[in-house]
């Protein structure tokens, strides 16, 4: 804080009398003298972190511009990345109110919450978690529906309509049952919303064995990896953009989901991978020797 200070009084006053004002020793006089024409990185780094916030839509704070910056080859302090990101005035997005789209007053069956937050199973196709989130346009509303694979957090499947009907959580299963194609017994979790409650998407279950589970009423922390999911697309991508019509929206929020999220977006609960990252992990992995 002291720099400016020292830049502007500089030649205006002696060292006796700044020393005297700011109250420093001639010695830190001196050093703050030398830490203002230092540059905080050579041109290299500075070029390397620039690309690397862009490359990532301008979303990774200090944590993961950290951990892409090692993967390039470039080691820094998360202390010297927060300080880069100041001296290059380098901000992330910011966060609004989220709201919710459950809508639990219904009378149809609802399932036990099985999960049971158990929210990081060992294996590919153990459990699934979907929820459904909104998306405004200048057109109207989109509602969006996805299903991810909570092992690697990766989008499997998803659907966008301009409505919330069963239709919508149905056709996003639906790709994620061709995307995968798992045996039986696929726990797949969900709030217990009408959408999920329904006939046509517990006959789908049913058709492919999966076993429902849902969240308890008014909890929406029993689907925290969704949650924050959707937060994370509204801040990184959907808030930052003004979508003219439903089409743009769609093709953008494609891009966020298969482009970025899924391929190139660190993740903390994958030791700072992307879930396509870590698939490719999981299937190195020699498979476990039988007793």
């Given at each position: 804080m002291m720099l400016p200070i020292v830049s502007q009084l500089d030649r205006a006053h002696s060292k006796s009398t700044l020393c005297r004002v700011l109250g420093v020793s001639r010695s830190g006089l001196h050093h703050a003298r030398q830490r203002g024409d230092r540059p905080v990185c050579d041109l290299r780094t500075e070029t390397l972190f620039k690309a690397v916030f862009a490359e990532n839509q301008q979303t990774y704070g200090s944590r993961r511009m950290r951990s892409e910056l090692a993967k390039r080859g470039l080691a820094l302090g998360r202390y010297k990345v927060r300080k880069l990101l100041n001296a290059f005035n380098l901000k992330t997005c910011w966060k609004r109110k989220f709201v919710h789209t459950t809508d639990s007053k219904h009378t149809l069956p609802v399932a036990e919450n099985l999960l049971n937050r158990k929210f990081n199973p060992k294996a590919l196709n153990q459990a699934w978690a979907s929820d459904i989130t909104y998306i405004r346009t200048r057109s109207g509303w989109l509602y969006l529906a996805?299903?991810?694979?909570?092992?690697?957090?990766?989008?499997?499947?998803?659907?966008?309509?301009?409505?919330?009907?069963?239709?919508?959580?149905?056709?996003?299963?639906?790709?994620?049952?061709?995307?995968?194609?798992?045996?039986?017994?696929?726990?797949?979790?969900?709030?217990?919303?009408?959408?999920?409650?329904?006939?046509?998407?517990?006959?789908?279950?049913?058709?492919?064995?999966?076993?429902?589970?849902?969240?308890?009423?008014?909890?929406?922390?029993?689907?925290?990896?969704?949650?924050?999911?959707?937060?994370?697309?509204?801040?990184?991508?959907?808030?930052?953009?003004?979508?003219?019509?439903?089409?743009?929206?769609?093709?953008?929020?494609?891009?966020?989901?298969?482009?970025?999220?899924?391929?190139?977006?660190?993740?903390?609960?994958?030791?700072?991978?992307?879930?396509?990252?870590?698939?490719?992990?999981?299937?190195?992995?020699?498979?476990?020797?039988?007793?």
């Open positions: 996805v299903v991810m694979d909570l092992c690697s957090r990766r989008v499997i499947g998803w659907a966008m309509e301009p409505h919330m009907r069963a239709e919508l959580v149905c056709r996003a299963l639906t790709m994620a049952q061709g995307q995968r194609n798992p045996a039986a017994g696929v726990l797949l979790h969900s709030d217990r919303g009408s959408q999920y409650a329904s006939a046509e998407y517990q006959a789908l279950l049913k058709k492919h064995k999966m076993v429902c589970s849902m969240s308890r009423k008014g909890n929406c922390w029993d689907n925290a990896p969704m949650e924050r999911f959707f937060l994370n697309l509204k801040m990184e991508r959907v808030w930052r953009k003004d979508y003219a019509n439903h089409e743009e929206a769609r093709r953008d929020v494609a891009d966020y989901l298969m482009k970025f999220y899924n391929q190139k977006r660190l993740h903390s609960a994958l030791g700072e991978m992307s879930p396509a990252e870590f698939e490719r992990q999981c299937q190195l992995k020699p498979a476990p020797v039988q007793a």
